[in-house]
């Protein structure tokens, strides 16, 4: 697939497979669980790990804090198998997601964020 820009300007309503993979990419690699091999072929092509893609905005986190950036990943799978993210306290999956989106939602509440 060939595109004029890059992966971090695609929105989820416009290229919503691709964005959907770039994400579980990212994803896969903040929990230690891309393989080897296809971390370098993305290394190779320049693919920016660091960028947060949402439906709205495209934003680059340097050095940003690789725990809160897991358990952001984790949420997006949760949002792409469910169609929201309206994760529960008790969620049996991942037992620790519930409290950290509780937390987030907080945060940004109290302006936190």
């Not at 198998?81 to 620790?96: C, I, L, Q, T």
Request: with cysteine; aromatic share 16%; hydrophobic share 35%.
């Amino acid at each position: 697939v060939q595109y004029r820009d890059n992966c971090n300007t695609m929105t989820w309503k416009t290229h919503r497979k691709l964005y959907g993979w770039v994400t579980h990419q990212r994803s896969l690699k903040f929990k230690g669980r891309l393989m080897t091999d296809r971390e370098q072929k993305l290394n190779s092509i320049g693919f920016d790990w660091e960028t947060i893609l949402n439906n709205n905005t495209n934003f680059v986190m340097p050095g940003f804090d690789k725990q809160w950036l897991a358990m952001y990943y984790i949420l997006v799978d949760f949002y792409n198998e469910n169609d929201h993210a309206m994760v529960p306290y008790f969620y049996e999956r991942n037992k620790s997601l519930g409290p950290w989106v509780r937390t987030q939602r907080d945060k940004f509440k109290n302006r936190e964020m």
